[in-house]
């Protein structure tokens, strides 16, 4: 009993330790955001008294960040790129579990693989290529040629019922065709004419989340989906259903934990990142909040009061996000994980 007590002590002892350690830069954070610049640099750790109390760091933070601007870049690449994510890496680890394919391990573990690389390695050459107009087009082009085919495919699988599987095979071919002309031409036209056309922006901000967050939300998604039944699969194939249709109707909503998860975890990620949208985002107008941020500290000069208040508003939403979602990380993280 002694034993087990002292053990309790000891790991609630630990526990408050830790809890104080990660709570202590958000102590901080939150006293020097009411305070002067005067009253950080007198006394970094005490609370706002009457001579540095400031109330005035919010609305100038909030007026200088643009925040209203920059909260909707954010929420518009961290929305667009954890929806994109979720959803290919899904069908992407669907495929490789189910379709026994020679190259499946090869290309699994090629995204495992992946992980194990620093992002400070490739962002050089990731810039670089993103730059080239070349490069760019092609990728576009590919990715019109993917957007078709799924298109293509919900097209044909909606149809199967009332014109049954050779009519609605036909159609989803000629729909396919139709939908990749049309992008393809779209996108070559608009591209011809710019001058400097580039993927320096939002939009290649995005694709290249969709690239870095692929590998750890393919492995979590590969783990829980060996899980489901294929009973489950073979009765819909059965039933007469496609592929396409076996997966959004029968499998995906089984994938309803796991895929929160990483929609969670990818939005934690992606909205506070720094490093690759600094790289990437070019214009003032399309700034994330960590980037608006970044420029309170000057080379000469460092606003920490506005800099702080900065910070506590820019956290406000994912941290109210997060604790919202807690419950669904532990378990999806337990149930993805690798038998």
Partial sequence: MKQQKTARIATALAGSILGILFLFPLYVLAVNSFKTQKGIFKNVLAFPGADYLSLKNYPEAFEKLDFIQSLGNSLLITIVSTILIVVLTAMAAWVLVRYKMKLSTVIFMTFATAMLIPFQCVML????????????????????????FILSLAIGASLEKKLGKQKSKLISYVAFALIAVILIAASLAYISGQKNFTALNRFGLIFMYIGFGASLSIILFHGFIKNVPLELEEAATIDGCSPFRTFWQVVFPLLKTIAITVAILNIMWIW????????????????????????????FSKRWDLATAGLIMGMLPIVVFYLFCQKYIVKGITDGAIK
């Fill in 272 to 299: 506070n990142d720094f490093l690759l949208p600094q790289l990437t985002i070019n214009k003032a107008g399309w700034q994330t909040i960590p980037l608006k941020t970044y420029f309170f500290f000057g080379q």
């Fill in 125 to 148: 050459p990731l810039v670089r290529l993103m730059s080239t107009p070349s490069y760019i087009t092609a990728l576009i082009v590919i990715a019109e040629l993917y957007i078709a």
